[in-house]
């Protein structure tokens, strides 16, 4: 190659993006920054831009209007998201347990985690396995839940005394006895 092409090439090149030049940036955890402006070259045909709406008119796009007659559509009380779960058993085996912070609750939907603010639910198809521990000594009650995807959310549960970690033991696997599904 001439050094004409060597040198267009190099102009066309991006800049290498990293902590160098983004001191945010980790790989594998962040992506890079977006590059603030891009330079347009001059054969490139430039981008429509969004007309600006006419005085009068709202940026928004026009909303369909409800038909007459038609009934509308009512939401229940508890959403959406409680109609493509099945029922409840009323009688099936619930553990709970909590401290001032932390939290873990366990029944047919599945188990949710929330520690201060945070939070997250597991259904029990996302679920490889579920582990408790009780330490040695001290209160802390350790509840593990296992994703098939080898990640692993620990909570700690402080108990206000260390005769409860055999009633939580219990009412845990009466729990897995009850919904969870070995892949066996």
């Known amino acids: 190659m001439n050094t004409e092409a060597l040198k267009a090439e190099a102009v066309k090149a991006e800049p290498v993006a990293g902590a160098g030049f983004d001191p945010a940036f980790i790989p594998g955890i962040t992506a890079p920054a977006a590059p603030l402006a891009k330079q347009e070259e001059p054969g490139e045909p430039k981008e429509p831009e969004a007309e600006a709406p006419e005085a009068g008119e709202s940026a928004e796009p026009a909303e369909p209007k409800a038909t007459e007659g038609a009934p509308e559509p ?5 959403g959406d998201a409680a109609a493509d779960e099945p029922a409840a058993p009323a ?9 001032r912070r932390a939290r873990i ?3 047919h939907q599945g188990v949710r985690l929330s ?8 259904r029990w198809a996302e679920i490889a396995a579920v582990e408790s521990e009780s330490p040695r000594f001290g209160k802390r009650y350790t509840i593990t839940v296992h994703t098939p995807d080898r990640r692993w959310y620990p909570i700690e549960i402080e108990a206000t005394s ?7 033991d219990d009412e845990l696997d009466a729990v897995l006895d009850a919904y969870f ?3 066996d």
Do not use: N, Q
Not at 91 to 99: K, R, Y
Not at 117 to 122: D, G, H, L, Q, R
């Open 162 to 168: 260390r005769s409860r970690f055999k009633e939580w």
């Open 115 to 122: 520690l201060d603010e945070e939070a997250c639910e597991f």
């Open 91 to 99: 009688d099936g085996p619930v553990f709970e347990a909590a401290d």
């Open 74 to 78: 009512e939401e229940s009380e508890e």
């Open 181 to 183: 599904e070995d892949g």
């Open 105 to 107: 609750v366990a029944d």
